[in-house]
T-cell receptor, first 115, second 115 residues
């Protein structure tokens, strides 16, 4: 499968614990996005990378959230001191740059449940 | 800031009938518009996009969408619905000449095609 992959697919944790998710984009894609999707809502942008540079972060991304893409390939999203409000589906997407109109390819998501 | 509205949470249609899923947008200038579909336990899949040119855009699985600038709409259509079209559909917008900005999604419309 040469699509976007995410690991784990499901994560259950207790409030206050740290969690880390991984995203492997399509290999030739240099843009990588993280979104969060809660029930009944569309995906909401969190942050994005072009190669290893983190170029934009949403106000949704509190100080407890950090993302990295150290070698411009896979990316990790860490949530520290998780809260019940962090429960959501975390989606990763990748794309190739064009003149603003490239489609993003999404992974299956990581569903986080904070107890 | 750009935004997307999908006024219907749910659309029900009989198999073989035409379907329409509505989307309106708000953005300064000419937008880049996208439709994605989400099946259970799977990532979002790209259906089609409007960047410029012909207002009627054809996409995957027989779907099409019409860009209407005066009504700021980008409704998704299909002439004959299939049961397998039942899924969650998201409209998304990106501001023009924005290069790297992420997609802004609507809340989604659940399409149910009844045999």
């Amino acid at each position: 499968d040469t699509g976007v992959s995410q690991d784990p697919r499901h994560k259950i944790t207790k409030r206050g614990q740290n969690v880390t998710f991984r995203c492997d984009p399509i290999s030739e894609h240099n843009r990588l996005y993280w979104y969060r999707q809660t029930l009944g809502q569309g995906p909401e942008f969190l942050t994005y990378f072009q190669n290893e540079a983190q170029l934009e972060k949403s106000r949704l991304l509190s100080d407890r959230f950090s993302a990295e893409r150290p070698k411009g390939s896979f990316s990790t999203l860490e949530i520290q001191r998780t809260e019940q409000g962090d429960s959501a589906m975390y989606l990763c997407a990748s794309s190739l740059p064009t003149a603003g109109g490239e489609e993003q390819f999404f992974g299956p998501g990581t569903r986080l449940t904070v107890l | 800031a750009q935004s997307v509205a999908q006024p219907e949470d749910q659309v029900n249609v009989a198999e073989g009938n035409p379907l329409t899923v509505k989307c309106t947008y708000s953005v300064s200038g000419n937008p880049y518009l996208f439709w994605y579909v989400q099946y259970p336990n799977r990532g979002l899949q790209f259906l089609l996009k409007y960047i410029t040119g012909d207002n009627l855009v054809k996409g995957s699985y027989g779907f099409e969408a019409e860009f209407n600038k005066s009504q700021t709409s980008f409704h998704l259509k299909k002439p004959s619905a299939l049961v397998s079209d039942s899924a969650l559909y998201f409209c998304a917008v990106r501001a023009p000449y924005s290069g790297n900005t992420p997609l802004v999604f609507g809340k989604g419309t659940r399409l149910s095609v009844i045999a």
